[in-house]
């Protein structure tokens, strides 16, 4: 197969440059909503102990977050090797944090960790054919 071919699988890498684009501006919002409502904190009550989390940092890393998804998704839609770098390390962390999300809720993490591994494959085997399609 040459370097121009494209194949059907440059669909998976679309798909993840969507997924991207949509989480990135689903942080960025959250993360906005949590910037500007200073007031706000996140109780969680375990066995003898009640944790008190400030939700404005919280905001920080998620608006950081999501404008990375969003920059990010529109460099995979242009196919650029930058994109698929930045996508595949963003991906790895999506599946590695959902390996702690494990306990709470098992089958969303393994459906998540599978598509997130789809995902990474799509992106490092067929990605230089989302360059030549775009070309």
Do not use: C
């Not at 400030?54 to 460099?75: E, F």
């Not at 242009?78 to 390996?99: H, M, P």
């Not at 098992?106 to 067929?126: G, T």
Request: charged content about 10%.
């Amino acid at each position: 197969m040459s370097d121009n071919t494209v194949t059907k699988w440059v669909g998976w890498v679309w798909f993840a440059a969507i997924v991207m684009l949509i989480a990135g501006v689903f942080d960025a919002l959250h993360g906005l909503a949590a910037i500007f409502a200073p007031g706000s904190a996140y109780f969680v009550r375990t066995e003898g102990a009640l944790l008190l989390f400030d939700v404005q940092g919280w905001g920080w890393w998620h608006l950081i977050i999501g404008i990375a998804l969003i920059i990010g998704a529109a460099g995979l839609f242009r196919g650029a090797t930058w994109a698929r770098v930045v996508a595949v390390i963003l991906v790895s962390i999506s599946g590695i944090s959902q390996l702690f999300l494990l306990p709470t809720q098992p089958w969303l993490s393994i459906i998540v960790i599978a598509l997130d591994v789809l995902v990474i494959y799509a992106i490092i085997v067929h990605g230089r054919e989302l360059a030549a399609r775009t070309d």
